[in-house]
């Protein structure tokens, strides 16, 4: 039973339309890229779960938590009899090898952080946390590798890391558990998810301001700028797709706000936008999706 899903950081959401409407540096780049690949793999394997698992579980996505001053995140955490299986889980591409204890990319002979290390620090936070609130449950941790184009040379022999063939045995395994949860395993998941923290993003933002941002209506799926606004419809020339004119503007008003939390939303819209949207629909779309503040002139959307 999925109790938390899975969603977008704003840190992902606010560099993709920071890619969409200026030049990222090479280091920007490369952050969006990794933070979208990550999620990816999340999204599949949560998928795979959904698809695969039918005992009795409590399946919660992307949680942050913290103990002592220390956070740390756990990608998928399932809840089964008295036991926490942790996935960490891997979208990496490509051919790596693991040496002396590091896992590095082949040919390059460049080591990158290591994933077991990262595990094995979730599980021993989540066991001092668990201990805090007074669970008494065993944790299992698992390294998943979820990219079927992912190859590990001179892998080592650890039953805690997942590869991308044996997902399919991974998920009869945890079917073949006896599970029979009852109020205290509802009540960990509930703690768990209260105690779910959201991370701000913005210290990791490369620098911008309103008016170094190209202005424009978006494609919802390409992000391409090239669109035909309609009566009722937004449609994009590169790719084809429509959307309802009506959620085109609130997307467009809900980007403006995520990349600037402070900004009063008045007829400033109308500028962000470009495309002609009458100012009667733009205000209606404001009063029925965000709260007015002040009166008058001084009037703005929150």
Not at 69 to 93: A, P, R
Request: charged share 25%; hydrophobic share 35%.
């Amino acid at each position: 039973m999925l109790l938390k899903s899975r969603t977008e950081s704003d840190l992902l959401k606010l560099l993709r339309i920071l890619n969409t409407r200026m030049s990222l540096t090479e280091d920007d780049l490369k952050q969006y890229l990794y933070q979208k690949k990550g999620y990816e793999g999340e999204v599949a394997f949560d998928l795979f779960t959904a698809a695969n698992l039918n005992n009795e579980i409590f399946i919660l996505n992307d949680l942050m938590l913290e103990i002592t001053h220390s956070k740390f995140q756990l990608d998928s955490t399932l809840i089964i009899q008295d036991t926490i299986i942790l996935c960490e889980v891997k979208n990496y591409e490509g051919n790596y090898f693991y040496k002396d204890g590091e896992f590095l990319i082949y040919g390059a002979q460049k080591p990158i952080t290591n994933p077991l290390h990262q595990i094995k620090r979730a599980e021993t936070l989540l066991q001092q946390y668990l201990k805090k609130n007074g669970f008494h449950f065993r944790i299992l941790p698992y390294l998943v590798f979820i990219n079927p184009n992912f190859f590990l040379y001179q892998a080592p022999q650890n039953d805690s890391i997942i590869f991308p063939p044996q997902l399919g045995s991974f998920m009869k395994k945890l079917n073949s558990k006896p599970s029979n949860l009852n109020g205290m395993h509802r009540k960990l998941a509930d703690q768990l998810i209260a105690d779910h923290k959201i991370e701000s993003p913005y210290p990791k933002l490369p620098a911008y301001d309103y008016h170094s941002l190209q202005k424009g209506m978006t494609c919802a799926i390409c992000s391409s700028f090239f669109v035909t606004c309609g009566e009722r419809k937004l449609t994009c020339n590169d790719c084809g797709f429509e959307e309802e004119l009506k959620s085109a503007v609130v997307r467009s008003i809900d980007e403006l706000k995520l990349l600037f939390p402070d900004l009063k939303i008045t007829n400033i819209i109308h500028d962000w936008c470009t495309v002609v949207v009458s100012k009667k629909t733009i205000r209606k779309l404001l009063k029925k999706n965000y709260k007015i503040q002040g009166y008058g002139q001084w009037a703005a959307y929150e």
